[in-house]
């Protein structure tokens, strides 16, 4: 599998949104390892991940991560998911509880989400309505030039990630089939899977694809997790805002007990 291993220090996964490509966060992944050890990867089913075909199912995502900790020699890790990551991270949280040193979710979608109409449409013909798809990122825009600071610096941001998300074009194939195969994710008892966690959501108003309520949810789950809003930004904070990103995640991370793995390591 191809990792992206960067930077020193407190080991964060980061796992990927529903695009796959690891390379819609780079800004997050440059952030993170100027003050962590940050490894990340593209999701199982995307080419770019050079996965070896154990398996197709939400469980190779799991997998996933499982293999990039055991590729570093690492026993365990603070697991950060980002939006369909963090269902992801939730589940691997729930199969290797011995792995994970804190979580991190990240306007994650919850284990009660369902795809809604709109989703479902374009889950039913991905290739046709890809231009729909496409029309619809043009809400995000608020969120793009609050974050930048004005509609001017929010069009170069604008620019920016389209840029970014053209270059590595997500499949809507693949992007539909990871929405229908959630249900396959392994979740019962999580609630009884206790780490330090915690739920990084932006402002209510400005997160147009996973609103802030569902996110909340696992702060149901885990009545102990932290709570943090990133300010000026909706769903992309860890792109649009990736030092206000790095400066919730990394301390959380700092604080979960991995000082004496690191110290071992070293010796």
């Known amino acids: 599998m191809k990792i992206v291993d960067r930077g020193s220090g407190v080991p964060v996964v980061l796992v990927p949104g529903i695009q796959g490509r690891w390379e819609w966060m780079a800004p997050a992944v440059d952030a993170l390892a100027g003050r962590c050890h940050v490894i990340t990867f593209s999701l199982a089913d995307e080419p770019s991940a050079e996965w070896p075909a154990r398996g197709t199912g939400f469980d190779a995502y799991v997998e996933q991560i499982a293999q990039a900790l055991d590729a570093l020699h690492l026993q365990r890790a603070v697991i950060c998911g980002v939006s369909y990551g963090g269902l992801v991270a939730a589940a691997f949280l729930r ?42 990122a043009l809400r995000l825009y608020r969120e793009i030039a609050v974050a930048a600071g004005g509609w001017r610096p929010g069009v170069a941001a604008s620019v920016r990630q389209g840029v970014r998300a053209l270059t590595h074009f997500p499949a809507p194939g693949r992007m539909a089939r990871r929405a229908a195969i959630t249900g396959e994710a392994a979740l019962d008892g999580l609630a009884g899977v206790r780490v330090p966690t915690l739920v990084v959501t932006g402002e209510p108003g400005l997160d147009r694809v996973v609103p802030t309520a569902l996110t909340a949810e696992y702060t149901r789950i885990w009545p102990h997790a932290q709570a943090v809003t990133l300010a000026r930004t909706g769903h992309l904070g860890l792109v649009t805002r990736p030092d206000a990103f790095a400066g919730a995640v990394v301390p959380f991370a700092e604080t979960c007990g991995l000082a004496e793995d690191l110290e071992r390591r070293v010796g």
């Open 95 to 136: 199969q290797h509880p011995e792995r994970v040193a804190g979580l991190a979710l990240v306007s994650a979608i919850p284990p009660s989400w369902a795809p809604d109409a709109r989703a479902r449409i374009l889950m039913r013909w991905p290739r046709l309505l890809l231009p729909v798809f496409l029309l619809g």
